[in-house]
């Protein structure tokens, strides 16, 4: 498999280099790995760290900025950081206010997350965590305890960011992120594997016309794997098994995300498909976000989440962000 | 080649649905194929109106808004547009101060957005047209005679919106688009070929262990073929190309592009190469893009485009955007 990068060994370093020369609006400690807001810590807010394996692009770093994450901490690809980078991440963004992690329900992160939270307590950092675990597609699967965490990362760092961004307090913002795991869902199709830098080869074998349904974002193994499908036969799919953990009574915002290799002129087709079967079962779509923002490098594929979300979730999702890959209002 | 499509004859169809789904400040006219601000036309503004082949997503509809495009007119994949679909977005964003068409340097593109200036003539729409010829790589290719038309476009869309949304007459837009033209030199690099939804193999064929240097954005033949490079080494060469052309003697705004296959970890990845090589080359950056903005489908690869900006072109880069794949300031 041919990829644009020098050595498989420098993959993490020249992206973080990358985003420091792109993004002077950020401060990007390659040697550390931790990417933060040029102005952290900011005054009397809340931080927002998030981190988890490179991979996943634009998450976590591409939504470091005002309004979404104080900081994020990319680990090796599909690799947690370690604690010394979140820790690291808390004591540049802490006002005093305290800090929230938005942790990935993968077991490294988990573990990570937990320890980093340790060592910044041990500072005087006061730490909060939620854990998100979206995916409806397959509990306990290779790499995780319970739900994975998936497509749902983007509401919690999207909505919590901008209720600490108006200065909410830590209780407060730590409660708009489990109020976004609790109300969201997401489910996965892959119509490729994807290949790691240092692997070289596509992570698992997916034979010509079959995909894969409830993938995970390392490619972990799914619900069921098919013939192909039709973009209309895969919403079907997608959005009815959301909507058979979900239950949604109020209007919901939908992300149509790419898994990195499936073209955006696709993925429109695909959300088309998506607005059919919420139309048809009566779901009431408020916002709509497509494009490949949570990631499996150049995996094929497309995934479904939805959060059902009150006036002042829609408040949130509407505030000003500026990262460098979600940006509105400023 | 396993698509998330429902057939390829609805492909461009599907994804105007979703457009219109997601996106409810836009106007999209499925039937006829145009996409426009859902505010045209907006009293006293010179109207932009580009179009092209699909499968080069988000262009043009993406860049359909406030201070960008007021209309684009997606042709089916790799293939131009129908002058009936220009003049009828040329009538639809016609405020009385006139329309101009940005055109990349395709012959299909060019011939059908002149037959459609005479249509909007006739119609009484003043229009004036700019050739957007920007990829150093080839001249008088399988395509187009002449330069062909690629990154650039991005640039001329952005500044020229921005010089329009202003309030700038006819003639003030269209220069400051030429400008950007005489300005902007692109160079590309495929990894590996697209596949188009109605053929469903590769468009051609790249052996694993080798690269296309200076390939077209449809998949035409490039410069060269070679052996398999560095991140680093596909920036000296693309940076170097750009820049015998070019010779900027002011700071540049940098376009580091991807062609669709490519993940983002990557591009940041050769973000940095470019930048290193710019450095070494004694040419400032003023502004870098990085992300998938002008594409091929699934092609893997990258494309750089720069552009020398003087005071002006900058603050109109600045200036407001809000599309669906380029926004911020509103």
Redesign the interface.
């Known amino acids: 498999m041919?990829?644009?990068?020098?050595?498989p060994e420098?993959?993490?370093a020249?992206?973080?280099?990358?985003?420091?020369?792109?993004?002077p609006e950020l401060t990007v400690d390659v040697e550390n790995r931790v990417v933060v807001r040029r102005d952290a810590p900011v005054a009397d807010k809340v931080g927002l760290v998030s981190g988890g394996g490179?991979?996943h692009?634009?998450l976590h770093g591409?939504f470091v900025g005002p309004g979404m994450l104080d900081a994020a901490c990319p680990g090796e690809?599909f690799t947690s950081p370690v604690p010394d980078q979140m820790a690291r991440a808390a004591a540049a963004v802490d006002s005093g206010r305290g800090v929230l992690f938005v942790v990935k329900n993968y077991t490294g992160d988990v573990l990570n997350f937990d320890m980093a939270a340790e060592l910044a307590e041990d500072e005087g950092v006061q730490v909060a965590r939620v854990l998100v675990d979206d995916d409806v597609a397959v509990v306990d699967s290779t790499y995780t305890a319970g739900r994975r965490g998936t497509g749902a990362t983007l509401f919690v760092e999207k909505l919590a960011g901008a209720a600490a961004e108006a200065g909410a307090p830590l209780e407060r913002v730590e409660a708009v992120a489990r109020q976004v795991v609790e109300s969201s869902r997401s489910f996965g199709v892959a119509?490729?594997a994807c290949t790691t830098p240092a692997r070289g080869v596509p992570t698992f074998d997916l034979p010509?016309?079959e995909?894969e349904l409830g993938i995970g974002i390392h490619g972990e193994p799914g619900r069921e794997r098919r013939g192909?499908m039709?973009?209309?036969e895969?919403a079907d799919t997608a959005v009815d098994a959301v909507l058979d953990d979900l239950r949604p009574d109020r209007p919901v915002l939908a992300l149509?995300n790419g898994m990195?290799?499936?073209?955006?002129?696709?993925?429109?087709?695909?959300?088309?498909?998506v607005?059919r079967v919420l139309g048809e079962r009566r779901v009431a779509?408020a916002r709509?976000?497509?494009g490949?923002y949570v990631?499996s490098?150049?995996m094929?594929?497309?995934s479904v989440t939805l959060c059902q979300a009150d006036e002042e979730l829609l408040r949130l999702w509407d505030a000003p962000v500026?990262t460098?890959a979600l940006?509105?209002?400023?």
Chains 1, 2 share one sequence.
């Open positions: 041919k990829m644009l990068i020098n050595v420098t993959v993490v020249d992206a973080l280099r990358g985003m420091a020369a792109a993004h490179s991979g692009e634009p591409g690809v119509l490729s010509p016309g995909l192909m039709t973009s209309g895969i149509v990195g290799g499936t073209p955006l002129l696709e993925l429109y087709g695909f959300a088309a498909e607005h779509v709509t976000l497509v490949s990631t490098l150049d094929a594929g497309c500026r460098p940006r509105w209002g400023m």
